[in-house]
């Protein structure tokens, strides 16, 4: 599991415990001492969750100069190594400091590569957000919205401009992970399910947290509902499908390039 959640946390994440802790000594010494073979670890470790070149995914970007977890080259081998209370960034204890200062030297050469250069323009995308793209039914952004649907704050620190494109047009195809905890561990958020209870009634909506008796799903309208999965007479599970409809068709190839802009704009509070 730890291959789905290392770094996973550098701006949050989804909860685990935390499983061990880092002496602060000085083997803490600076990043840039440390022999850069930290690219092997990192693609070997990291890409699952953080994208090729750390461009994000189910877990946030960090291909930026400034990461809000971890501030100095200090903190950021802390976290590599001791991970984060009360998210999916376990402990990596089976790696040395050398090789932990070896990735965050990695991660700190990803930051200062140039950023990424968008076609669209965000006012525009913001009109679109706010207007004809009827977004804030269902998202957060800045304090104004919904809710239910995954919070688009700092959406722009944990997708790259293609991700965003790809969660327009085909919004089932890459899952947020579960910001929930599960005896499980990190699972796709927003699963698609419809479960037949033992009287026939259909209840149709999304995951909202799972273990191995018990399934809370949230219908279209934002009702929750605990099932127990013993009592169930059918539970289906429909990955790659979401609540959310594509803009493919709605959108036109530049206006879809300026809500790109716009959402890739939203880094969250400073």
């Known amino acids: 599991m730890r291959t789905l959640s290392l770094l996973a946390a550098l701006l949050g994440g989804s909860a685990l415990p935390l499983t061990a802790q880092v ?13 850069d073979d930290g ?3 990192f693609e070997s470790q990291c890409t699952r969750c953080h ?55 990695y991660i700190r050469a ?19 957000y706010e207007g004809a793209g009827g977004c804030g039914t269902c998202h957060v952004l800045d304090g104004r919205g919904a809710g239910w649907a995954p919070d688009l704050s700092d959406v722009g620190i944990r997708l790259s401009g293609a991700q965003l494109r790809q969660s327009l047009v085909e919004p089932g195809a890459a899952q947020p992970i579960s910001p929930l905890p599960s005896v499980h561990g990190p699972y796709p958020a927003y699963l698609a399910v419809e479960a037949t209870t033992s009287a026939g009634r259909v209840l149709r909506g999304t995951r909202v947290t799972e273990d191995d008796f018990t399934l809370v799903l949230r219908a279209a309208d934002g009702t929750l509902h605990s099932l127990d999965k013993t009592r169930l007479r059918r539970l289906r599970k429909t990955p790659g499908q979401s609540p959310m409809p594509s803009y493919a068709a709605t959108f036109s190839a530049d206006e879809l390039d300026h809500l790109v802009a716009y959402l890739a704009s939203r880094k969250g509070a400073p």
């Open 39 to 41: 690219q092997r670890l």
């Open 51 to 105: 994208g090729v070149g750390g461009t994000g995914g189910v877990a946030p970007a960090l291909n930026r100069p400034t990461l809000r977890r971890a501030p100095t080259d200090e903190a950021l081998v802390q976290v590599i190594l001791g991970g984060v209370p009360g998210t999916a960034m376990v402990a990596f204890w089976n790696l040395s400091a050398d090789e932990a200062k070896s990735v965050a030297l």
């Open 23 to 35: 002496p602060r000594d000085s083997a803490f010494g600076p990043i840039a001492a440390v022999p």
């Open 110 to 128: 990803l930051g200062r590569r140039p950023p990424e250069v968008l076609p669209g323009d965000p006012a525009l995308g913001r009109a679109l």
